[in-house]
């Protein structure tokens, strides 16, 4: 897997994934050992607990109801943060749950795939799903800054950031409007905000927000963002260049040192990658 990174992608720093399997992790610690590749950033749950049937960053949460629930997801995280600072990778990207309620970004994807985008229907709907996410989110939002405050006192004497991932669902937290607020909270160096272009731009395209309004907004304060293109209204996960998002206007606007991960659809070929890899480098270097 990482040869296939490294030789035929051209990529030798890379982000384990919350797919990593155990059994997959002494061949990956032996890469690291020989110095054959440098590892970035680790996105949580890495490796991903043998208890679950996919590699899947949502398998806990730190929104759940059960305190045990959120205590075994602390508890995943350290042990995501202890690896990240074995392999020397600098940042650990998280999702942090979510409020339980009808998940409507798929819907409203659905009907303006169809033609019906800003319909009565469409947004009868929409609204319908803020009135309930405002009515709900409180203490959700609450477990969710408990879990992380223990997270960020683990994270800081290991010098491992955090990054909070920008999310795709309506129901996710955090939104928008949640985010800066909770890092004013946390008030802490190694906790930012980790940019995903795919999910933004899919709720830019569902009438949620602005791309380019947000990230003058919070793009500061971004560690890190996973990079990838839009087919509208929903198919993210592409190669850059292959879609809608105007990358020439919107990646100025995160800082020098935000870390840009390639994060592309395992469908997509080689040649499509080092296709969009060659337009990038022309157009923003290495």
Known sequence: MLREIKDQLGFDQIELGHGIRSPQMPGIQKMHDACEV????????????????????????????????REHAIKQTFQTIDLAQRLGAAFVVLHCGDIPMNPITDELLALAKNGHLLSRDYVRRKIRAVKEREERAACYAERVKECLKAIVDYA????????????????????ERELPQL???????????????????????LAFLDHEEWLRLIGPRSFGCHLQ????????????????????????LLPPT?????????????????????IWKQHFGE
């Open 183 to 205: 890092l004013d909270e946390l008030d802490s160096p190694f906790v930012g905000y980790w940019h995903h272009f795919g999910h933004v731009q899919i709720k830019e395209n």
């Open 258 to 278: 935000c870390l840009f991960v390639w994060e592309i659809s395992p469908r997509k070929t080689v040649a499509e990658i080092r296709r969009s890899n060659s």
């Open 38 to 69: 440098t590892f970035t950033s680790l996105h949580n749950f890495c490796p991903s607990p043998a208890e679950a049937m996919h590699g899947s960053p949502d398998c806990y949460k730190f929104s759940a109801s059960t305190q045990q629930e």
């Open 156 to 175: 800081a004497p290991r010098n491992v950031r955090l990054g909070l991932e920008a999310r795709r669902g309506y129901e996710e937290i955090p939104n």
């Open 229 to 252: 293109d839009v087919i509208w209204p929903g198919k993210d996960h592409q190669p850059p260049f292959a879609g809608q998002i105007d990358l020439h206007k919107l990646v100025p």
